[in-house]
Protein backbone atom coordinates (compact mmCIF):
# COMPACT_ATOMS: atom_id res chain seq x y z
CA UNK A 1 0.00 0.00 0.00
CA UNK A 2 1.54 2.90 -0.95
CA UNK A 3 0.02 5.41 1.34
CA UNK A 4 0.55 3.24 4.70
CA UNK A 5 2.37 -0.35 3.97
CA UNK A 6 0.12 -3.20 6.21
CA UNK A 7 3.57 -4.02 8.18
CA UNK A 8 5.31 -0.70 8.22
CA UNK A 9 4.16 2.30 9.56
CA UNK A 10 4.06 5.95 8.16
CA UNK A 11 6.79 7.52 9.71
CA UNK A 12 8.03 11.32 9.70
CA UNK A 13 11.43 13.66 9.93
CA UNK A 14 11.26 17.21 11.52
CA UNK A 15 11.52 19.17 7.82
CA UNK A 16 13.03 22.62 8.11
CA UNK A 17 9.72 24.67 9.24
CA UNK A 18 9.15 27.73 7.52
CA UNK A 19 7.35 30.24 9.47
CA UNK A 20 3.75 29.20 10.22
CA UNK A 21 1.06 30.69 8.13
CA UNK A 22 -0.18 33.60 10.09
CA UNK A 23 -4.06 34.46 8.73
CA UNK A 24 -6.04 36.76 10.66
CA UNK A 25 -7.36 34.52 13.64
CA UNK A 26 -5.58 31.28 12.90
CA UNK A 27 -3.89 29.30 15.69
CA UNK A 28 -0.73 30.28 14.59
CA UNK A 29 -1.45 34.02 14.51
CA UNK A 30 -3.15 33.62 17.95
CA UNK A 31 0.32 32.21 18.78
CA UNK A 32 2.45 34.44 17.13
CA UNK A 33 0.07 36.99 19.47
CA UNK A 34 0.76 35.51 22.63
CA UNK A 35 4.43 34.16 24.68
CA UNK A 36 7.09 32.97 22.48
CA UNK A 37 6.55 29.63 23.62
CA UNK A 38 3.29 29.56 24.30
CA UNK A 39 2.51 25.98 23.86
CA UNK A 40 -1.18 25.00 22.65
CA UNK A 41 -3.96 26.75 23.61
CA UNK A 42 -6.83 25.17 25.39
CA UNK A 43 -8.81 28.22 24.81
CA UNK A 44 -9.19 28.34 20.86
CA UNK A 45 -12.11 26.96 19.27
CA UNK A 46 -10.75 23.29 17.94
CA UNK A 47 -12.39 22.12 14.48
CA UNK A 48 -14.05 18.51 15.77
CA UNK A 49 -12.42 15.58 15.04
CA UNK A 50 -13.98 12.79 12.88
CA UNK A 51 -13.81 10.08 11.10
CA UNK A 52 -13.11 10.24 7.36
CA UNK A 53 -16.44 9.57 5.21
CA UNK A 54 -16.34 8.54 1.47
CA UNK A 55 -17.53 11.52 0.36
CA UNK A 56 -14.44 12.97 1.92
CA UNK A 57 -11.84 11.92 -0.92
CA UNK A 58 -11.14 15.09 -2.28
CA UNK A 59 -10.53 16.67 0.93
CA UNK A 60 -8.50 14.03 1.67
CA UNK A 61 -6.28 13.88 -1.29
CA UNK A 62 -5.98 17.34 -0.72
CA UNK A 63 -4.39 17.14 2.83
CA UNK A 64 -2.52 14.22 1.51
CA UNK A 65 -0.49 16.29 -1.17
CA UNK A 66 -0.13 18.83 1.11
CA UNK A 67 1.26 16.76 3.93
CA UNK A 68 3.81 15.38 1.07
CA UNK A 69 4.70 19.31 0.10
CA UNK A 70 5.26 20.33 3.39
CA UNK A 71 7.23 17.48 4.93
CA UNK A 72 8.54 15.49 2.05
CA UNK A 73 10.76 13.31 4.23
CA UNK A 74 8.18 12.75 7.23
CA UNK A 75 5.78 9.93 4.80
CA UNK A 76 6.97 7.40 2.75
CA UNK A 77 5.34 7.89 -0.40
CA UNK A 78 6.55 10.72 -2.79
CA UNK A 79 4.66 13.70 -3.72
CA UNK A 80 5.04 13.06 -7.68
CA UNK A 81 3.70 9.21 -6.50
CA UNK A 82 0.61 10.35 -4.65
CA UNK A 83 0.15 13.21 -7.73
CA UNK A 84 0.01 10.36 -10.11
CA UNK A 85 -2.03 8.09 -8.31
CA UNK A 86 -5.73 8.13 -9.68
CA UNK A 87 -8.78 10.04 -8.00
CA UNK A 88 -10.83 6.39 -8.14
CA UNK A 89 -7.98 4.95 -6.14
CA UNK A 90 -7.83 7.79 -3.18
CA UNK A 91 -11.45 7.59 -3.38
CA UNK A 92 -11.23 3.74 -2.42
CA UNK A 93 -8.50 3.85 0.37
CA UNK A 94 -10.93 6.64 2.06
CA UNK A 95 -13.75 4.57 1.47
CA UNK A 96 -12.04 1.71 3.40
CA UNK A 97 -10.27 3.98 5.91
CA UNK A 98 -14.75 5.30 6.80
CA UNK A 99 -15.57 2.30 8.46
CA UNK A 100 -14.57 -1.11 10.31
CA UNK A 101 -12.07 -2.03 12.50
CA UNK A 102 -8.46 -3.08 11.05
CA UNK A 103 -7.26 0.56 9.48
CA UNK A 104 -9.03 4.17 9.69
CA UNK A 105 -8.27 7.81 9.58
CA UNK A 106 -9.66 10.89 11.79
CA UNK A 107 -9.98 14.65 10.52
CA UNK A 108 -10.63 17.81 11.71
CA UNK A 109 -12.13 20.36 8.60
CA UNK A 110 -12.47 24.09 8.37
CA UNK A 111 -14.19 25.77 5.79
CA UNK A 112 -14.38 22.51 3.93
CA UNK A 113 -10.57 22.18 3.60
CA UNK A 114 -9.25 19.19 6.24
CA UNK A 115 -6.57 20.82 8.33
CA UNK A 116 -5.41 17.65 10.49
CA UNK A 117 -5.19 13.89 9.62
CA UNK A 118 -4.79 11.27 11.64
CA UNK A 119 -4.52 7.38 10.65
CA UNK A 120 -4.86 4.49 12.89
CA UNK A 121 -4.44 0.68 11.71
CA UNK A 122 -3.72 -2.61 13.28
CA UNK A 123 -0.61 -3.76 13.59
CA UNK A 124 0.61 -6.70 11.63
CA UNK A 125 1.44 -9.45 13.82
CA UNK A 126 0.57 -7.52 17.44
CA UNK A 127 -2.36 -8.17 18.28
CA UNK A 128 -3.92 -5.33 21.06
CA UNK A 129 -1.43 -2.74 18.80
CA UNK A 130 -2.45 -0.03 16.41
CA UNK A 131 0.02 1.33 14.34
CA UNK A 132 -0.66 5.42 14.36
CA UNK A 133 0.38 6.97 11.23
CA UNK A 134 0.00 10.32 8.52
CA UNK A 135 -0.69 12.44 11.31
CA UNK A 136 0.10 15.81 9.89
CA UNK A 137 -1.61 19.34 10.87
CA UNK A 138 -1.51 21.96 8.52
CA UNK A 139 0.52 24.71 9.55
CA UNK A 140 -1.88 27.08 11.01
CA UNK A 141 -3.23 24.54 13.15
CA UNK A 142 0.38 23.59 14.94
CA UNK A 143 0.49 24.26 18.45
CA UNK A 144 -3.07 24.25 18.53
CA UNK A 145 -4.17 21.34 20.70
CA UNK A 146 -5.63 19.81 17.54
CA UNK A 147 -3.08 16.97 17.49
CA UNK A 148 -4.19 15.82 20.77
CA UNK A 149 -7.97 15.50 19.55
CA UNK A 150 -6.80 13.59 16.84
CA UNK A 151 -4.94 11.18 18.61
CA UNK A 152 -7.84 11.13 21.02
CA UNK A 153 -9.77 9.57 18.18
CA UNK A 154 -7.38 6.98 16.88
CA UNK A 155 -7.36 5.81 20.44
CA UNK A 156 -10.99 5.72 21.20
CA UNK A 157 -11.20 3.60 18.15
CA UNK A 158 -8.54 1.54 19.03
CA UNK A 159 -10.10 0.44 22.11
CA UNK A 160 -13.23 -0.01 20.76
CA UNK A 161 -11.39 -2.18 18.21
CA UNK A 162 -9.91 -4.26 21.18
CA UNK A 163 -6.54 -2.87 21.09
CA UNK A 164 -5.07 -1.21 24.24
CA UNK A 165 -1.74 -0.27 22.43
CA UNK A 166 -0.88 2.40 20.59
CA UNK A 167 2.45 2.13 18.54
CA UNK A 168 4.24 5.04 15.92
CA UNK A 169 7.55 5.67 14.72
CA UNK A 170 9.23 8.77 13.85
CA UNK A 171 12.49 9.63 12.19
CA UNK A 172 15.25 10.62 14.16
CA UNK A 173 15.59 14.11 14.08
CA UNK A 174 11.59 15.34 13.87
CA UNK A 175 12.39 16.76 17.34
CA UNK A 176 8.79 18.85 17.49
CA UNK A 177 7.15 15.35 16.61
CA UNK A 178 8.54 13.26 19.25
CA UNK A 179 8.16 15.96 21.87
CA UNK A 180 4.41 16.34 20.57
CA UNK A 181 4.42 12.83 21.12
CA UNK A 182 6.10 12.95 24.94
CA UNK A 183 3.59 15.46 26.01
CA UNK A 184 0.59 12.81 24.63
CA UNK A 185 2.20 10.70 26.69
CA UNK A 186 4.40 8.03 23.92
CA UNK A 187 7.15 6.87 25.46
CA UNK A 188 10.63 5.65 23.68
CA UNK A 189 10.40 1.77 23.52
CA UNK A 190 14.15 1.63 22.91
CA UNK A 191 13.48 0.15 18.97
CA UNK A 192 15.19 1.58 16.30
CA UNK A 193 14.19 0.43 12.95
CA UNK A 194 15.98 1.93 9.09
CA UNK A 195 13.93 3.74 7.67
CA UNK A 196 11.79 1.35 4.84
CA UNK A 197 12.59 4.15 1.71
CA UNK A 198 15.82 6.30 2.97
CA UNK A 199 17.39 3.48 4.25
CA UNK A 200 20.26 6.18 5.70
CA UNK A 201 17.29 7.57 8.13
CA UNK A 202 16.38 5.89 11.16
CA UNK A 203 13.01 5.52 12.96
CA UNK A 204 12.52 5.54 16.59
CA UNK A 205 9.64 3.90 17.54
CA UNK A 206 6.81 5.37 20.96
CA UNK A 207 4.00 3.60 22.57
CA UNK A 208 1.34 4.34 24.72
CA UNK A 209 -1.92 2.78 25.95
CA UNK A 210 -4.22 3.58 23.90
C1 LIG B 1 4.38 16.93 14.31
C2 LIG B 1 3.07 17.69 14.49
C3 LIG B 1 1.90 16.78 14.23
C4 LIG B 1 3.05 18.16 15.97
O1 LIG B 1 1.88 18.91 16.21
P1 LIG B 1 1.99 20.32 16.97
O2 LIG B 1 0.64 20.85 17.18
O3 LIG B 1 2.97 21.15 16.24
O4 LIG B 1 2.60 19.83 18.35
P2 LIG B 1 2.85 20.70 19.65
O5 LIG B 1 1.81 21.73 19.83
O6 LIG B 1 3.04 19.74 20.75
O7 LIG B 1 4.18 21.47 19.33
C5 LIG B 1 5.40 20.81 19.12
C6 LIG B 1 6.51 21.85 19.20
O8 LIG B 1 6.38 22.82 18.16
C7 LIG B 1 6.22 24.13 18.74
N1 LIG B 1 5.26 24.87 17.93
C8 LIG B 1 3.94 24.73 17.95
N2 LIG B 1 3.39 25.56 17.05
C9 LIG B 1 4.37 26.23 16.45
C10 LIG B 1 4.42 27.21 15.44
N3 LIG B 1 3.32 27.69 14.88
N4 LIG B 1 5.63 27.66 15.04
C11 LIG B 1 6.76 27.16 15.61
N5 LIG B 1 6.77 26.23 16.58
C12 LIG B 1 5.59 25.77 17.00
C13 LIG B 1 5.70 23.86 20.12
O9 LIG B 1 5.97 24.95 21.00
C14 LIG B 1 6.48 22.64 20.47
O10 LIG B 1 7.83 22.98 20.75
P3 LIG B 1 8.55 22.53 22.11
O11 LIG B 1 8.50 21.03 22.12
O12 LIG B 1 9.92 23.08 21.99
O13 LIG B 1 7.72 23.12 23.22
C15 LIG B 1 2.98 18.92 13.55
O14 LIG B 1 4.00 19.82 13.87
C16 LIG B 1 3.05 18.53 12.07
O15 LIG B 1 2.05 18.25 11.44
N6 LIG B 1 4.29 18.50 11.50
C17 LIG B 1 4.52 18.13 10.09
C18 LIG B 1 4.28 16.64 9.79
C19 LIG B 1 4.97 15.71 10.76
O16 LIG B 1 6.15 15.82 11.08
N7 LIG B 1 4.18 14.74 11.24
C20 LIG B 1 4.65 13.76 12.21
C21 LIG B 1 4.52 12.39 11.66
S1 LIG B 1 5.19 11.16 12.81
Request: aromatic fraction near 4%.
Amino acid sequence: MADVPASIPQTAIEPEFGPAAERPGSAAADRAAGPADSGPRPDLALPPVRRVRPTDAARVRAIRLEMLADSPLAFLETLADAAARPHAEFAARVAGMSTGTRTAAFVAEVDGRVVGHAGGQAAHGQPGVSVVFAVYLSPDWRGSGLLAALVDAVAAWSRAAGRPELMLEVVVGNDRAVRAYERLGFVDTGVRVTHPTVPILRELQMARRA
